[in-house]
């Protein structure tokens, strides 16, 4: 009976162990600039992933030129797709709210994350989003190659100064 409790207390240590070194993604070396979290099954501190300037950048990048309500023309936009950033944290929701520094925050559905080549940008025309100007993380859509998108609620989505993704 004793080996058997052993036995157990031996595969419940296991378990716990395995638990624990789910996490695939490098820790972040510098100031933290961005967090996921939620229903994610990635993760490089505790549940969460947390990522620097070093982190970021190892993603793969994509350019978006669109017309958006803030810009006078058509701009250059670029950062990592937010579908990207999901599939890296292997998110496994519905839905991420989009949080900002002021505590802002608005919810896109991993769908639309699907259908368009929405970007967690963090340039315009080459040049880095300070945080007096969007920075340091902007959500930006291809306003322009879908007409679609022209709506009070991809605005509302089109949230500046983000600092943290919490998937549901
Ligand atoms: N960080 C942050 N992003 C935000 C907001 C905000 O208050 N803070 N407002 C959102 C809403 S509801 C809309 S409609 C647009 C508003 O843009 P505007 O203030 O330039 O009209 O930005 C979106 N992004
Ligand atoms: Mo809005």
């Not at 929405?118 to 989003?129: E, Q, S, T, Y």
């Not at 190659?145 to 609620?153: I, V």
Request: aromatic share 8%; charged share 25%.
């Amino acid at each position: 009976m004793r080996l058997v409790v052993a036995a157990a207390a031996t595969v419940i240590q296991l378990l716990i162990a395995g638990a624990a070194s789910a996490c695939t993604i490098a820790q972040p070396k510098g100031e933290v600039i961005l967090s996921i979290d939620g229903m994610i099954k990635d993760c490089n501190e505790g549940l969460s992933v947390h990522l620097d300037r070093a982190l970021v950048d190892a993603l793969p990048r994509k350019q978006v030129k669109t017309e958006n309500p803030w810009d006078d023309g058509p701009v250059v936009y670029e950062g990592v797709l937010l579908r990207d950033l999901m599939k890296f944290a292997k998110a496994d929701g519905t839905t991420a709210t989009v949080s900002a520094l002021n505590d802002y925050r608005a919810d896109i559905p991993l769908a639309d994350m699907d259908k368009y080549d929405v970007i967690l940008a963090d340039k315009r025309g080459g040049v880095a989003l300070p945080v007096r100007d969007k920075g340091p993380f902007f959500v930006v859509f291809p306003f322009t190659d879908f007409p679609e998108l022209a709506s009070e609620a991809r605005y509302a989505q089109s949230v500046w100064q983000v600092n943290r993704i919490t998937v549901k």
